[in-house]
């Protein structure tokens, strides 16, 4: 029978979208994401203005980005920006925010004159350890909670995941 105004077809089923993998991951990225920066908020090693920020909540995620994606050597932000797969706009948002946190500065290029690095400031190397702290310990905390079985089986399969070309 083909629907008619009067006569609606039947609701699809639309429970798909709340568990397909997509979700479930993105899920878990968002919960992984919060508990590090959680616990970068409450690590004494990190700047107390950085702390303070963390803690209420005006560090997201996005700002992950600069900590996961600089080159302890410094990038110029076209490189960060790819690195990061974001615009070479939203990164320079980004770096501005974390250059105004005393995160990472702007220097001059070495390598052209006409260009400039981002590099991380003494606090931002802080933030980096701090960062890494947190990661270990929300790595342990998952590794707890679903076992370690399941824990290494997941991470081979998204680092398989990850690496893979979709079809290149």
């Known amino acids: 029978m083909i629907p008619t105004p009067s006569t609606p077809a039947a609701a699809p089923d639309a429970g798909w979208r709340q568990t397909h993998l997509g979700r479930l991951m993105g899920s878990a990225l968002r919960r992984f994401d919060a508990r590090v920066l959680q616990l970068m908020a409450h690590n004494v090693e990190v700047p ?6 963390a ?3 005006q560090v997201s995620a996005a700002h992950v980005h600069i900590t996961r994606h600089l080159a302890l050597e410094g990038d110029r932000l076209t490189d960060l920006a790819r690195r990061a797969c974001m615009t070479k706009q ?3 948002n980004l770096v501005d925010q974390c250059e ?3 995160l990472v500065t702007r220097e001059a290029d070495p390598l ?3 260009a400039r690095r981002v590099c991380f400031t ?7 350890q701090a960062f890494r702290d947190a990661v270990a310990q929300a790595e342990a905390e998952f590794r707890a909670e679903v076992g370690d079985d399941v824990a290494t089986v997941v ?3 998204l680092e398989a995941y990850a690496g893979g ?3 290149d």
Not at 48 to 53: D, F, G, Q
Request: proline residues 3%; charged residues 15%.
């Open 100 to 102: 105004a946190w005393g």
């Open 55 to 57: 803690a209420r909540d």
């Open 90 to 92: 939203a990164m320079a």
């Open 112 to 114: 052209d004159a006409r």
């Open 155 to 157: 991470s081979i399969g």
């Open 48 to 53: 107390l203005a950085l702390s303070n920020l």
């Open 165 to 167: 070309g979709g079809g």
């Open 122 to 128: 003494p606090a931002g190397l802080a933030w980096l």
